[in-house]
């Protein structure tokens, strides 16, 4: 009899489910793979930034070329489900557009400047940049709105909801390499600006923005000494900054003696590069409410600027070329205790890191020819932008991920 009760209770405890702490995924959904279900191409001429993609849509500036000139510059949309391309808003032909237009639900964001003027002061050594301005498309009504009126420059505009962000080069004394601006914010709703920096040290092409989270490159901590070689040269030492819209709160995120650059935000979580030595660099995030930073991929070889949506990370890597991602270049790199000669092509994947599954995947292959540069990847929802860079008319790619 006691037998048989020492059964029973085995059965039953190897049939009852034992309450744990587990890192490790519960679910055949969580545990299946990541599957790119399909890639397709976009096409040429398509110039696309930071803050492209919302939703299935797509936006970029296009130039119609007739006899190597400008005839028309576009504002477009590329409908990533659909695969559908529509030119939304035509522009001046004498204007051209500042890094590429931002997107946020139906409205459209970018930076434009008269052409003749941009290039008067681009042939004047130490000219104070041209005035650009700050441009805010309605895709649903057509309305246009200009929403800057200062004559230095306004650039590299990003939006969320009802508020803009831009680089501001209003407070900048002298000439700067890298240049240097502030970050302002425009309310849409009470159509008034305000400056949200306390320094003119933001840095060039460095500006994302998620609810009332806006993130920029800062170089007020940066050796001046080495400025000239700011985003290559380690120790000029940049650092991450944030800013709180709500609560009007300025944070430093990062305190790294090397370089800490390309901010992309989403939610709570900012993401950026960071520069160890010349040519070495990783992605990190960051987490707002827990304060807790994270290395994210660990080459050595990331490049360019990564991008954040939900749990998941994108980003350029060089390690097939052990950094090597200069287009067209072949490197012959002498190692100095050897003597051994190692010819390097150019090349880099696009790869992806899920934060949930803790797990890293490599999205794109070298193509026939050897090494490829798959580079500048963005990612929302369950799409991802990406671009083959060529010496000439690089090519824009999509794909789409598993859906769950």
């Known amino acids: 009899m006691k037998k048989l009760i020492i059964v029973l209770i085995l059965v039953i405890l190897l049939l009852v489910p034992v309450s744990c702490t587990s890192t490790t995924p519960q679910s055949e959904e969580e545990e299946a793979p990541l599957v790119v279900l399909e890639r397709w191409e976009i096409g040429e001429k398509w110039e696309y930034g930071q803050q492209a993609v919302w939703g299935d849509i797509m936006v970029g500036s296009e130039i119609e070329v007739r006899d190597r000139k400008v005839v028309k510059p576009y504002i477009s949309t590329y409908n990533l489900r659909s695969r559908e391309k529509e030119r939304v808003l035509e522009l001046p032909p004498d204007r051209i557009v500042y890094d590429a237009p931002a997107i946020h639900g139906d409205r459209v964001v970018w930076a434009s400047v008269n052409r003749d003027e941009a290039e008067q002061q681009r042939s004047v050594r130490h000219s104070p940049m041209p005035n650009w301005d700050v441009f805010l498309l309605d895709i649903k009504t057509g309305e246009v709105r200009k929403l800057t009126t200062d004559d230095r420059a306004q650039v590299y505009p990003r939006i969320y909801g009802d ?242």
Do not use: C
């Not at 944030?242 to 609560?247: F, H, I």
């Not at 190692?342 to 890293?360: F, N, S, W």
């Open 163 to 404: 508020t803009v962000v831009w680089l501001d080069n209003r407070h900048e004394e002298g000439y700067h390499n890298p240049r240097r601006y502030d970050v302002y914010a425009y309310d849409l709703r009470s159509n008034k600006e305000s400056r949200i920096t306390s320094t003119t040290s933001a840095e060039d092409r460095n500006l994302s923005i998620s609810g009332n989270l806006v993130s920029w490159t800062d170089n007020r901590h940066a050796d001046p000494e080495v400025n000239i070689h700011a985003g290559n040269e380690p120790d000029y030492n940049n650092e991450i900054y944030a800013y709180d819209l709500a609560a009007n709160k300025e944070h430093r995120v990062t305190d790294y003696a090397g370089n800490d650059h390309y901010p992309a935000i989403d939610g709570n979580r900012i993401v950026w590069l960071r520069q160890s030595e010349y040519r070495e660099a990783d992605v990190f995030v960051y987490d707002v409410e827990t304060g807790q930073e994270t290395q994210v991929s660990h080459s050595s070889y990331a490049s360019f600027r990564p991008a954040i949506h939900g749990d998941k990370i994108v980003w350029t890597d060089a390690r097939a070329s052990k950094g090597n991602t200069t287009n067209d270049v072949v490197e012959i790199v002498v190692d100095q205790n050897t003597g051994t000669k190692e010819r390097r092509e150019p090349g880099a994947d696009i790869y992806l890191y899920d934060l949930k599954a803790q797990r890293e995947k490599r999205l794109t292959s070298p193509l026939d020819t050897g090494f490829s540069l798959w580079v500048r990847p963005l990612i929302h929802n369950n799409f991802i932008v990406y671009m083959l860079d060529r010496q000439v008319n690089p090519i824009t790619y999509a794909m789409r991920l598993t859906e769950k």
